[in-house]
């Protein structure tokens, strides 16, 4: 059974460009989230989602993110006119359900902007 | 606002056993899990309590006290496999699955 799939596993940016990083839930998974990591911190929630249904996205900054999570395909997180503060481990997770017991995370997507 | 005080770091010598404690302020509670992370890579679910008292899982356990709004995470037999980042993690809805990290515990395991 594979495990949560991201793509890709390093990202490089200038300035202004848009990232697009993919996950792609465990198989008979539903729900996804987004979390965001800087270096020496703590992963911060920014997004919950169930097929085509955003379900939290109280940790997404209010501008230049996005997500969605299609009925086919995976989840994408979508960060447009990048800045060098965006520079983060991006990882996604999926559950079963909506319930907080245990997320498999796959292995993230380092962005760096530069 | 939410937040989860863990120690920034802690060390042990392989064999020894070691508690890495968490305390919690949350506004709304259903649990807390503990993840392990290597080097920054993916995290990995260790175990969780959803009612008070200890979860046992092989060298692992975990315990929580809601009243104290606290938990630890308890590692026997340390092995040097066993350096890495340890995070506590509270949820705070039935019904969101969002989870607040605290900052990270590295534990240095030292022959």
């Known amino acids: 059974n594979a495990g949560v799939m991201q793509n890709p596993r390093h990202l490089v940016r200038r300035r202004g460009q848009e990232a697009r990083l993919r996950c792609s839930p465990m198989k008979g998974h539903s729900h996804v989230y987004w979390y965001r990591q800087l270096p020496e911190e703590g992963l911060k929630f920014m997004v919950y989602?169930?097929?085509?249904?955003?379900?939290?996205e109280s940790g997404m900054p209010k501008e230049r993110f996005s997500a969605e999570f299609p009925k086919e395909g995976p989840s994408i997180l979508r960060i447009q006119q990048v800045v060098r503060g965006d520079s983060a481990a991006y990882f996604c997770?999926?559950?079963?359900?909506?319930?907080?017991?245990?997320?498999?995370f796959g292995p993230g997507t380092r962005l760096t902007v530069l | 606002g939410q937040s989860l005080e863990q120690p920034s770091e802690v060390t042990a010598v392989e064999g020894a056993i070691v508690q890495i404690n968490c305390t919690y302020q949350t506004s709304g509670f259903y649990g807390l899990s503990w993840y392990q992370q290597h080097d920054g890579g993916a995290p990995t679910f260790l175990s969780y309590n959803a009612l008070d008292g200890l979860e046992e899982t092989g060298r692992f356990s975990s315990f929580l006290s809601r009243s104290d709004s606290y938990g630890y995470l308890l590692l026997q037999e340390l092995q040097m496999k066993d350096s890495a980042s340890y995070f506590c993690a509270a949820g705070g809805s039935s019904n969101t699955g969002k989870l607040i990290f605290g900052q990270g515990t590295t534990l240095q395991v030292k022959p």
């Open positions: 997770a999926s559950s079963s359900s909506s319930s907080t017991d245990t997320q498999y």
């Open positions: 989602l169930q097929k085509e249904n955003i379900i939290d």
